[in-house]
């Protein structure tokens, strides 16, 4: 048939242009359309990545140097719980690693990455329209897809066999052709912003004031994801590469509530505030203005995610939850998925077993993944003693199961969806079930006074995450702690139910942007 283009993307951030990226390589003489609303990226909630995804964007994207170059190397995770807003931060409970990452990741500012991205795809000879409002899509299965566009002032039509949707949250397919599911089962909010003047976790000031919490660490504190964790919420403080910080709070409106405050910006700092840690670290920290948002429901999936003829990518298929940023992971997995199915097809070959197999097991993948990790999560993140278990079960889960395949074959590992085929379904199975215990460990600790009582006193430093022998260490770790919260919570069955404050227990309205 006569077509303009064998393939139209729609959106030109991350999972766009990689989809277009790995297409032009896997099939050089594709017709590529990239349809980019905005004329200049901004920054996106998800600021820091993994390993799987750090594994696509260095061995299969080749994004190496820009990410060395124009983006912060990350050092792991770090979690940090208070008892009380008056305890002195070296006090604080701190979980994290004490030696600098073995796989690289990063912290990027996704503006500046989805700009390259896009350059990279239009170097390999995709056309790009932008700014450019697609106002119309008709689908129309094997016959071709037609779409009309807005681009600047002109109207124009195109024709193409392949439609791929990377809009983003915006999700225009699953919810054109009414796919869209809202995921009621996690209703997490959050508010983020930009803020100028925080403190540097490892200067000189430290080794004076608190020489115990200097010493403790060998890598750097201000390059990993830091944490502050409280019941029902969770905050991120994310360094970008100029000096900014990005720092924002996702919460659980059935258990908690931000502070009132004149404007979103004010609330989050003033919540920030609230926390012994915070209080160090923001204490003379500004809020960048105009650079504050908000979203409310955050996690959604799509029931169909193709068909002959269309594909959603990333973000547009669904989001999980922010914590650990798995979100990256998810855009790796479809983007490169998609690339090859779409290329396989222009090869003559038939894709629809794929179609079919995409089809399927995305709603699985997706379900597998939110009720392993993320379901009823915020009944506990608060308490140091359970989240101190979870942590290395979910990163030995995670790296067996996902990364340490990545690294050994990266175009392989990204064509198989995470939990496929029994052994993913019995790993998925041993994740819920841990994590169900702990939900239910973290709500019998809340209901009877006992959540937080030893977030002081105490650090848990790991030697690092290797994809090595070293995970058995991390699992011995992790299901010991484990045990003890087991064998309180015998204690606790037999305590008289506290009663829960009523700021805490109350279920408010979500902000909105």
Known sequence: MNFDYDVVIIGGAFSGAATALMLKRKHPSARVLIIEKMAEFDRKVGESTTEVSSCYMTRVLGLTRHLGHHQIGKQGLRFWFCKAPDQRFDDCVEIGTRYQSRLQTFQVDRAKLDSHLLERAVESGCDLWRPAKVT??????????????????????????????????????????????????????????????????????????????????????????????????????????????????????????????????????????????????????????GDVHALSMLPYHSEKVCDDGWA??????????????????????????????????????????????????????????????????????????????????????????????????????????????????????????????LVTLGKRRWATGYHGKNNAGWRELYTGFSPDFSLRKLMRKGLFRWWKAELTNLRLMFASPARVPAAESSAPAPVEA
């Open 136 to 289: 119309k899509c008709d689908l129309n299965g094997a016959n071709g897809q037609t779409l009309n566009a807005v681009v600047d002032i002109d109207e124009r039509t195109v024709r193409c066999r392949w439609v791929v949707d990377a809009t983003g949250r915006a999700a225009m397919f699953s919810r054109k052709l009414g796919h869209f599911r809202q995921n009621n089962e996690h209703p997490i909010n959050a508010v983020w912003a930009r803020f100028s003047g925080v403190k540097d976790w490892d200067s000189y000031e430290w080794r004076e004031r608190f020489p115990d919490y200097a010493a403790a660490c060998r890598t750097a504190r201000s390059w990993a994801t830091n944490h502050l964790m409280g019941h029902g919420w969770w905050c991120w403080i994310i360094p970008l590469h100029g000096g900014d910080v990005s720092a924002g709070i996702v919460y659980d409106s059935r258990i908690f509530k931000l502070p009132e405050g004149s404007s979103l910006g004010e609330r989050l700092h003033a919540h920030i505030l609230s926390n012994p840690i915070g209080r160090e670290i923001f204490g003379a920290a500004r809020v960048i203005e």
């Open 312 to 437: 959603a990518v990333g973000d547009a298929a669904g989001f999980l939850d922010p914590l650990y940023s798995p979100g990256l992971d998810l855009c790796a997995y479809t983007s490169y998925y998609v690339a090859d199915l779409l290329a396989c097809h222009l090869r003559g070959e038939d894709v629809a077993p794929r179609l079919r197999q995409y089809n399927e097991h995305y709603p699985v993948m997706y379900r597998f993944w939110f009720e392993g990790l993320y379901k009823d999560k915020y009944y506990y993140m608060g308490d140091a003693e359970l989240m101190s278990p979870a942590l290395p079960l979910d990163v030995r889960v995670y790296y067996i199961g996902l990364a340490i395949p990545a690294y050994k074959n990266p175009e392989r590992a990204l064509l198989d969806l995470p939990f496929q085929g029994r052994p993913g379904r019995i790993a998925a199975a041993v994740v819920k079930f841990y994590q169900s215990r």
